[in-house]
């Protein structure tokens, strides 16, 4: 099956500043979701992605699905932006949802 | 409120009882999947459903058994719990195919001892 990678697995940001996090995937996709997982456990969808550019607010995201690789951008991270992203891929003609790991992220005051 | 609604939130259960997770949705959705989280392992698909009737195994669905009888509900059954099982259940929907509109329930917590 498909193999999706997430880096890094943590991340620690001062609060105000800027960062990227990466999902590399093994195969050709139909589409790509960015999730956001708070630290209550509650999973958030952030982005359904296929190919190209999008934001929300200090959010965005692009997926260049011929290099197979997506980035999630945050800038002047909050506290409240903590949590885990998970990256997750629909393969080729599969109704399967596949998820990385996770970046760990910890926005510290 | 429209979403996912899964019961229970949290559950003890001893090896070898039987039990099933209740997740309702009410936005239409066709997609309906079950997925538990592990420390360090993101999310792994058991069990998921294209429309009512139709069912299909994911990564990991030994000892779990799903039906989809309505469009708006997909119980998951343990038949036997091990300590294995323990884990956080997160039931979702979307749109059909390509999963346009994926919404998770808020997870049920699940102790096997």
């Known amino acids: 099956g498909i193999q999706v990678e997430q880096s890094p697995p943590d991340l620690i940001l001062q609060e105000g500043a800027n960062s990227t996090l990466r999902c590399n995937f093994s195969d050709s996709v139909n589409n790509l979701q960015w999730f956001h997982q708070n630290p209550w456990g509650q999973l958030i969808n952030l982005f359904y992605i296929p190919s190209g550019t999008k934001q929300n607010g200090r959010l965005s995201a692009t997926t260049v699905a011929t290099e197979r690789y997506s980035l999630l951008y945050i800038s002047s991270s909050q506290t409240t932006d903590s949590g885990v992203y998970f990256c997750a891929v629909h393969g080729a003609g599969s109704y399967q949802l596949t998820f990385g790991k996770g970046t760990k992220l910890s926005v510290i005051p | 409120n429209a979403g996912v609604t899964q019961t229970p939130k949290f559950q003890v259960l001893k090896t070898g009882q039987s039990m099933t997770l209740q997740c309702a949705q009410d936005?239409?959705?066709?997609?309906m999947s079950w997925y538990r989280q592990d420390p360090g392992m993101g999310l792994r698909l058991i069990h998921y459903s294209v429309g009512a009737g139709i069912t299909d195994q994911g990564e990991v669905p030994n000892g779990y058994n799903v039906s989809r009888s309505t469009t708006e509900d997909f119980p998951l059954r343990l038949l036997s719990a091990a300590p294995s099982q323990t884990s956080v259940y997160f039931c979702?929907?979307?749109?059909?195919?390509?999963?346009?509109?994926?919404?998770f329930g808020s997870g049920t917590r699940l102790t096997v001892v």
């Open positions: 936005m239409n959705h066709e997609y």
């Open positions: 979702a929907s979307s749109y059909a195919g390509q999963g346009y509109g994926y919404t």
